[in-house]
């Protein structure tokens, strides 16, 4: 099986879990809730009735109710990248010359981001109690749009206070709520929003620096053995040069595990620094994931103007500094 067939077959794979995940996860009002129905309605062409209830169960207890299965998963996806890249890439490098130092930096890294890591799991996000709701109904005012004045939440039975949301996942309303993230197994809220921006920032670096000293790794493979310069004969006789594609696969058949790991590291990657940019976009323009949504399906549906939805907006830097330190339950209401 060549390089192409087995990359193939790990795209269909990667793609078949997202969609069995949009299928049997999703919420209606979103787009990927709409895909998921989409999907829902194709796999029950060929899925017997018992197995998509058995997958949605298992989903629904994988997705929407709290539990450790992420954490875990996250630990072993790291043990295994770091397993590998310390008893295969530490060693090449070494005998390649590389300098101990800059391959130091991946587990200096990795123990800046398990500090955020742990930071932002353990840490309350800001869940709304009796003792402190009458002072967070004080902190930000009711924009009247996402968020209007007397609307309760009838398992907290309180008034929510403004930008905070009920999670279903964690049963309890949480102060400038963004979202519940299943990788830290918490609500991602006022209170520890600046260590998961930290933990996005240290991740995202940690995971550039392995895939770094691989890449570079495998290219020293390269030029040290030639291979640029390398011909090969075809059928006919000809002379050819080799090309990437030829290299890719030398390399694939060479390093299998490190090919396969670096591959995985660049698609790792690109999405954590995806997800990075859109949270620091978030962060700098005053709004969370929850009110993004909000605001994009209002400006869908009633053709609002973006910039009449965000009264929370303060200038960039009081924007930042709002999340390093959240607003003090004391201030008073700006409007
Ligand atoms: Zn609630
Ligand atoms: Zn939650």
Same mark, same amino acid.
């Given at each position: ?35 998921? =129905?989409? /999907? ?20 629904? *207890? ?56 742990? *930071? ?9 109690? *009796? /003792? ?23 398992t907290c039975e309180f008034v929510k206070p403004a930008r905070s949301k ?14 519940h993230c299943v990788w830290v197994n918490n609500c991602i809220g006022a209170? =520890? ?23 570079? +790794? ?10 640029? =310069? ?5 059928? /006919? ?13 030398? +390399? ?19 999405? +954590? ?8 976009? +978030?962060?700098?323009? =005053?709004?969370? /994931? ?5 605001? *994009? ?39």
């Open positions: 099986m060549d390089f192409l067939t087995l990359f193939a077959i790990y795209g269909i794979v990667v793609l078949g879990c997202i969609l069995l995940m949009c299928t049997y996860t999703s919420q209606v009002e979103t787009s990927l809730g709409r895909l998921g =129905n989409f /999907s829902t309605k194709v796999s029950s062409l060929f899925l017997p009735e018992w197995l998509q209830t058995t997958l949605r169960g298992a989903f629904h *207890r994988l997705f929407h109710q709290q539990n450790r299965l992420f954490v875990a998963l996250h630990f072993m996806l790291e043990a295994a990248v770091y397993g590998e890249f310390t008893f295969e890439v530490f060693g090449y490098c070494r005998e390649m010359g590389f300098g101990i130092n800059g391959l130091l930096w991946p587990y200096w890294l990795f123990a800046v981001k398990t500090y955020f890591f742990y *930071r932002c799991s353990t840490k309350d996000p800001g869940t709304i109690k *009796r /003792s402190n709701h009458g002072q967070l109904l004080q902190v930000y005012p009711y924009d009247g749009l996402m968020f209007r004045e007397a609307t309760s939440c009838p009920h999670c279903w996942i964690c049963n309890r309303c949480v102060h400038r709520f963004d979202h209170l =520890n929003l600046k260590y998961f921006l930290a933990y996005l920032v240290t991740l995202t670096a940690a995971v550039a620096s392995v895939t770094l000293l691989t890449g570079g +790794l495998l290219l020293q493979a390269v030029l040290s053995s030639d291979l640029i =310069n390398a011909t090969y004969i075809d059928n /006919s006789g000809l002379t050819h040069p080799v090309g990437l594609l030829f290299i890719i696969q030398h +390399l694939f058949l060479t390093f299998p595990r490190i090919v396969f790991m670096l591959g995985f590291l660049i698609f790792l990657f690109l999405l +954590l620094v995806g997800y990075t940019f859109f949270h620091f976009y +978030l962060s700098l323009s =005053n709004k969370t /994931s929850n009110e993004w949504y909000k605001l *994009r399906s209002l400006v869908l549906c009633h053709h609002l103007h973006n910039s009449q939805g965000n009264i929370y907006f303060k200038g960039l830097v009081a924007n930042l500094k709002e999340i390093f330190q959240p607003v003090n339950t004391s201030e008073k209401k700006s409007n």
